[in-house]
């Protein structure tokens, strides 16, 4: 194969051909390699690949040339130096904690993550000494406030997760940096088409690729993105000893995944904006929730630190709860289901599933009213969403 620096050329170019290095068989398409050991052509090999002094294969929980192309891809794709693959989105966020954290460290994270994020600081991180604070995402005071001497890094979502609130990615990482401390920026609501969180000045970008790197609901995965020095020293060691490897059927999914994620998430963006417009003049929809709306508070910000403003709208209906399940049942085509960044549409009702487990008080104050429902835009034609939700609006 020609010796080609992917680094100079475009998104879209390195999303379809970065990351294959062709074998001796010369196919065109990324083959599945299930083997679960390497063979050295020696016992002196197999001693210097184990102490690391030759590269090269050795098991496949640590290396795989399936997951090896799936991580080279998205390094390149997110303008990171270096990428790993996780066999889940958690067990990336897992790592990095694990990876990076020890008795007595504190981290300040995002009160609106993804809900198992948040389980992992609470009750599992807090176990073993380390102590998280929760904030307001969008309140850069509120993370000044509680920002201290010991926290190793404050980590967040933006979009986040249902009310589509922006983060400040610069800000956020100028605080961290100010403090000796890391900004981790889960990307997984945006991927690299939509915004690039290392040109911001992030320091660890971490993603779900069950969403829309996948892109069609198969397979879980996950991956975190970071310097050479962080993935080595870090990261690696721990994935390699912790274990929760991608498997290499999940990277060939994900591989072909990413080959179609940029026009995907155009067109994912497209119907979003759209339905986000359609949605906001129906009389039984009090408020929308999508960052390109001029209505949306982070407007703005959203125009600068996006491409463009996502897939996934929220909104309230003025019939509270009852109103809600009566439109989420009354729909035909779009499946009721909390996933999201699949080609189908699907819609939850947040206050009763994904936030269901929050005091009623918690919920309110994370802002998520009885009337909230989330739609995850898929790809089917922009009028049969719309009649689709039309029925249970009239209702
Ligand atoms: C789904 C999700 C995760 C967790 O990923 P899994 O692949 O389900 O483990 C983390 N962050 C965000 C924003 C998510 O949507």
């Known amino acids: 194969?020609?010796?080609?620096?992917?680094?100079?050329?475009?998104?879209?170019?390195?999303?379809?051909?970065?990351?294959?290095?062709?074998?001796?068989?010369?196919?065109?398409?990324?083959?599945?390699?299930?083997?679960?050991?390497?063979?050295?052509?020696?016992?002196?090999?197999?001693?210097?690949?184990?102490?690391?002094?030759?590269?090269?294969?050795?098991?496949?929980?640590?290396?795989?040339?399936?997951?090896?192309?799936?991580?080279?891809?998205?390094?390149?794709?997110?303008?990171?130096?270096?990428?790993?693959?996780?066999?889940?989105?958690?067990?990336?966020?897992?790592?990095?904690?694990?990876?990076?954290?020890?008795?007595?460290?504190?981290?300040?994270?995002?009160?609106?993550?993804?809900?198992?994020?948040?389980?992992?600081?609470?009750?599992?991180?807090?176990?073993?000494?380390?102590?998280?604070?929760?904030?307001?995402l969008i309140d850069i005071k509120a993370w000044e406030a509680v920002i201290k001497p010991n926290t190793r890094f404050l980590f967040i979502e933006t979009p986040s997760n249902p009310l589509i609130e922006i983060a400040d990615i610069s800000a956020l990482a100028d605080l961290a940096h100010a403090h000796n401390s890391l900004l981790i920026v889960d990307n997984c609501f945006c991927t690299p088409i939509l915004q690039k969180p290392f040109e911001l000045g992030a320091d660890i970008v971490i993603h779900s690729a069950t969403k829309y790197i996948d892109g069609q609901g198969r397979c879980v995965g996950g991956a975190v993105i970071a310097s050479d020095e962080i993935i080595e020293k870090f990261i690696y060691p721990y994935l390699r000893t912790g274990g929760a490897t991608m498997s290499p059927f999940n990277a060939w999914v994900f591989l072909s995944g990413l080959e179609t994620l940029a026009v995907r998430m155009k067109a994912h963006c497209d119907n979003a904006f759209e339905l986000a417009k359609w949605l906001e003049q129906h009389p039984s929809v009090s408020k929308v929730h999508y960052p390109g709306l001029a209505s949306h508070a982070q407007h703005d910000l959203a125009q600068r630190q996006q491409s463009q403003f996502g897939g996934i709208v929220s909104f309230e209906l003025t019939g509270g709860k009852e109103h809600a399940w009566t439109l989420i049942d009354a729909t035909k085509m779009i499946s009721i289901t909390a996933n999201l960044g699949d080609v189908k549409t699907t819609i939850t009702h947040p206050g009763t599933t994904t936030h269901g487990r929050l005091s009623p008080e918690a919920r309110a104050a994370a802002g998520i009213k009885d009337g909230l429902v989330r739609i995850s835009v898929g790809l089917e034609g922009i009028d049969d969403i719309k009649n689709d939700l039309l029925t249970g609006l009239q209702l």
């Open 1 to 136: 194969m020609k010796d080609i620096d992917w680094n100079d050329y475009s998104l879209e170019t390195q999303a379809i051909r970065a990351g294959h290095k062709r074998t001796h068989e010369d196919e065109h398409s990324i083959p599945i390699f299930t083997t679960s050991s390497y063979v050295f052509k020696s016992a002196e090999e197999a001693a210097l690949r184990f102490t690391g002094q030759i590269p090269g294969n050795i098991y496949s929980r640590f290396t795989n040339p399936t997951v090896n192309a799936f991580q080279e891809r998205l390094a390149f794709m997110e303008k990171g130096e270096r990428c790993l693959a996780f066999s889940s989105g958690m067990a990336a966020i897992m790592a990095v904690g694990m990876g990076l954290l020890k008795a007595g460290d504190h981290v300040v994270c995002s009160r609106s993550v993804f809900g198992n994020t948040l389980l992992v600081f609470q009750n599992y991180f807090a176990k073993f000494g380390v102590e998280t604070d929760f904030v307001d």
